[in-house]
């Protein structure tokens, strides 16, 4: 859930930062408000974020279009990628921030919102989505799609060497539908042979979350429909100059496939959301986020220092947000601020923006800082070998 600055023939330019930074804002705000029903909240703000939990499937999908078009982008070029830069990029943009929120929740008790916490070592593993119960660990559940994040950025750059190695070329293409129709099986399996018989019995869902929520397998569609993207938009470039004609046209129609998922996945654990409904939000996204990066669409014209910002802080955002809300409904709540309040509510958004302003100057930009030399000293050291 890493917003990631690309530099590749995918229009590098500050309008198509622009639009992306746009919907990493959206897919941050769409979880801080879905995340913040499980605290005390106003009722309007209870009844009009229930589709907030796409916004995780949005962060897939730009993950997968900004990871995926990185790695393409060099392949395009006749360039080698280069593996342990790339490593070294997503360990130095991911790990240090995470670590510390681990950290925290792990030695201060206090910080946690809901009891009790996963072993520890399932966060440093980034396997929490394995099979999560919700019933024996309720805190810092939402490392799970960074779990499932981190598992992607090492599948990837293993099948694109493996696909170099035995010369498939074009024929890799095929990866990505075998893998969407490997979902929909996996899914339709984990439903009715995992699930249904469990809903009926106890009609919770606890285990629909366990089993098709959070496993990898089950959630790769936003991913792929990234992966898709990256890849029309680098290796056919005929498509590409047709789609930059149709920005707003995609955009519209995004939102309108977003639309009818909503009425679709109103209940989650019916079948026909299990099945359908992760493949039809990650592609009405996946139309939103190629209109963005079209020069005819409007969030590709239009730039935002209010979504710039909110984009930059987007991962430490996701990281902290529940530790903040949690510790300032409890403060607050001590000095008669009602938690169900409107109040409440903007405390809990300038406690969070805080947090992760601290996280981001504290711990990100040190680190990040410390990766470019490294890199820095890389390149030296190459440049003096070629001469």
């Given at each position: 859930?890493?917003?990631?600055?690309?530099?590749?023939?995918?229009?590098t330019?500050?309008?198509?930062l622009?639009?992306?930074?746009?919907?990493?804002?959206?897919?941050?705000?769409?979880?801080?408000?879905?995340?913040?029903?499980?605290?005390?909240?106003?009722?309007?703000?209870?009844?009009?974020c229930?589709?907030?939990?796409?916004?995780?499937?949005?962060f897939?999908?730009?993950?997968?279009?900004?990871?995926?078009?990185?790695?393409?982008?060099?392949?395009?070029?006749?360039?080698?990628?280069?593996?342990?830069?790339?490593?070294?990029?997503?360990v130095?943009?991911?790990?240090?921030?995470?670590?510390?929120?681990?950290?925290?929740?792990?030695?201060?008790?206090?910080?946690?919102?809901?009891?009790?916490?996963?072993?520890?070592w399932?966060?440093?593993?980034?396997?929490?989505?394995?099979?999560?119960?919700?019933?024996?660990?309720?805190?810092?559940?939402?490392?799970?799609?960074?779990?499932?994040?981190?598992?992607?950025?090492?599948?990837?750059?293993?099948?694109?060497?493996?696909?170099?190695?035995?010369?498939?070329?074009?024929?890799?293409?095929?990866?990505?539908?075998?893998?969407?129709?490997?979902?929909?099986?996996?899914?339709?399996?984990?439903?009715?042979?995992?699930?249904?018989?469990?809903?009926?019995?106890?009609?919770?869902?606890?285990?629909?979350?366990?089993?098709?929520?959070?496993?990898?397998?089950?959630?790769?569609?936003?991913?792929?429909?990234?992966v898709?993207?990256?890849?029309?938009?680098?290796?056919?470039?005929?498509?590409?100059?047709?789609?930059?004609?149709?920005?707003?046209?995609?955009?519209?129609?995004?939102?309108?496939?977003?639309?009818?998922?909503?009425?679709?996945?109103?209940?989650?654990?019916?079948?026909?959301?299990?099945?359908?409904?992760?493949?039809?939000?990650?592609?009405?996204?996946?139309?939103?986020?190629?209109g963005?990066?079209?020069?005819?669409?409007?969030?590709?014209?239009?730039?935002?220092?209010?979504?710039?910002?909110?984009?930059?802080l987007?991962?430490?955002?996701?990281?902290?947000?529940?530790?903040?809300?949690?510790?300032?409904?409890?403060?607050?709540?001590?000095?008669?601020?009602?938690?169900?309040?409107?109040?409440?509510?903007?405390?809990?958004?300038?406690?969070?923006?805080?947090?992760?302003?601290?996280?981001?100057?504290?711990?990100?930009?040190?680190?990040?800082?410390?990766?470019?030399r490294?890199?820095?000293?890389?390149?030296?050291?190459?440049?003096?070998?070629?001469?």
């Open positions: 859930m890493n917003p990631t600055p690309i530099t590749s023939q995918i229009d330019d500050s309008h198509k622009a639009g992306l930074d746009h919907l990493r804002a959206l897919a941050i705000t769409l979880v801080f408000f879905f995340h913040y029903r499980l605290f005390g909240h106003p009722d309007w703000e209870g009844k009009i229930g589709f907030g939990w796409t916004g995780v499937d949005l897939f999908v730009l993950s997968g279009f900004l990871i995926a078009g990185q790695l393409f982008a060099r392949i395009a070029s006749g360039k080698q990628i280069l593996y342990k830069e790339y490593f070294l990029k997503r130095f943009r991911i790990l240090p921030a995470y670590f510390t929120v681990v950290i925290l929740y792990a030695l201060f008790p206090a910080l946690r919102e809901f009891e009790p916490l996963a072993p520890i399932r966060y440093l593993t980034f396997t929490l989505n394995i099979w999560l119960n919700r019933d024996m660990c309720n805190t810092f559940t939402h490392a799970w799609s960074l779990c499932v994040e981190e598992q992607f950025y090492l599948i990837l750059p293993v099948i694109i060497l493996l696909c170099g190695y035995y010369k498939i070329g074009k024929k890799a293409a095929y990866i990505i539908p075998v893998l969407f129709v490997v979902g929909f099986v996996v899914r339709i399996w984990s439903w009715n042979i995992l699930v249904s018989p469990q809903i009926t019995i106890n009609g919770g869902n606890t285990v629909w979350l366990k089993y098709i929520y959070y496993p990898t397998y089950t959630r790769l569609d936003g991913l792929l429909t990234g898709t993207i990256a890849g029309l938009f680098t290796f056919y470039p005929t498509v590409k100059q047709w789609l930059n004609k149709y920005g707003n046209v995609l955009l519209i129609a995004g939102s309108v496939l977003l639309t009818g998922s909503w009425f679709l996945c109103e209940n989650q654990s019916t079948f026909s959301a299990s099945v359908f409904g992760f493949p039809l939000v990650s592609f009405g996204y996946g139309l939103v986020v190629a963005a990066v079209c020069p005819s669409c409007i969030l590709y014209k239009f730039k935002s220092k209010i979504t710039e910002r909110l984009a930059t987007s991962y430490s955002i996701y990281l902290i947000h529940k530790i903040m809300l949690h510790v300032s409904q409890r403060v607050f709540g001590q000095w008669g601020i009602d938690k169900n309040g409107n109040l409440m509510l903007v405390i809990g958004i300038i406690s969070s923006i805080a947090g992760a302003l601290l996280l981001r100057y504290l711990v990100e930009k040190p680190f990040l800082r410390l990766r470019d490294i890199l820095l000293r890389w390149r030296q050291r190459k440049a003096l070998v070629v001469a």
